[in-house]
């Protein structure tokens, strides 16, 4: 089964507004960290937030969010107020605490931001 | 900051040679990694190394090797390159034993083999 899941390869959304990348995970370790990166056309990935499965809140980072919703495996980036510079690949990825070792990503979503 | 460098960003290479790709870190990190990216598959990880002259096997090891004999730099080599190796690889690095901390990427290396 996949780790990661990311059921949107592409999304549009106009400047300014929101918009929600949806990421879902599959472990039965009870200890394990969530990840998301960007990706730009250049081609670096960039970290842009982390959540931790004990974490009580939702994590935040500027314009970006982390709706975690840990009954339903979700850990969705929220970005608020959509810049044309977040146009990019965004990938969702865990960390287990069986194994700090490994990284699982998810195949990616490529998000256009219209002007 | 922290970085993570690459040798390059493009190469081009011929079927049949020998590839090194160069990675080097300057975090004292003792986690390495090297994965494959390929559209609508994400990353996939080739190799890992936990510590100089360590490594371990990914998910897609085979017609790929690495070495890793300072800490600081971990090497893929393509033994034989052939064109399905043609991808854009990218290097990481991490500490271990704390689940907060990411990954940190280098630029990537789009590698083409003809």
Redesign the interface.
Known sequence: AQKIT?TQ?GMFVQEKEAVTLDCTYDTSDP???L?W?KQPS????I?LI?Q?SYDQQNATEGRYSLNFQKARKSANLVISASQLGDSAMY?C?M?E?GN????Y????TKLNVKP | DVKVTQSSRYLVKRTGEKVFLECVQDMDHENMFWYRQDPGLGLRLIYFSYDVKMKEKGDIPEGYSVSREKKERFSLILESASTNQTSMYLCASSSPGTGHQPQHFGDGTRLSIL
Request: no cysteine.
């Open positions: 990311q390869p200890s394990y960290g990840f990166y250049s081609g670096e990935m970290f982390y931790g990938f990825a960390r605490g700090f070792n490994k990284f990503f998810g195949s990616g």
